[in-house]
């Protein structure tokens, strides 16, 4: 019984860290989504503006 709980708590302490950098990657995830939502929107916009010229020279 003694080694199925050293067993369980090893698994235990394993599964924790996966958590922990699976925790670290997720954020990080997060992080890039941010920036490249900045970037396509910052990106629209210059669309629009391109847009609104060519509108504007017809």
Same mark, same amino acid.
């Given at each position: 019984? =003694? =080694?199925?709980? %050293?067993? %369980? #708590?090893?698994? /235990?302490?394993? @599964?924790?860290?996966?958590?922990? &950098? #699976?925790? $670290? $990657?997720?954020?990080?995830?997060?992080?890039? /989504?941010?920036?490249? *939502?900045? !970037?396509?929107? $910052?990106?629209? *916009?210059?669309? !629009? *503006? @391109?847009? *609104?010229? &060519?509108? /504007?020279?017809?």
């Amino acid at each position: 019984m =003694a =080694a199925r709980i %050293g067993i %369980g #708590l090893e698994e /235990n302490e394993s @599964l924790k860290q996966q958590h922990k &950098v #699976l925790q $670290e $990657e997720n954020r990080e995830t997060l992080r890039i /989504n941010s920036e490249l *939502k900045e !970037e396509l929107q $910052e990106k629209d *916009k210059q669309s !629009e *503006k @391109l847009q *609104k010229k &060519v509108l /504007n020279l017809e």
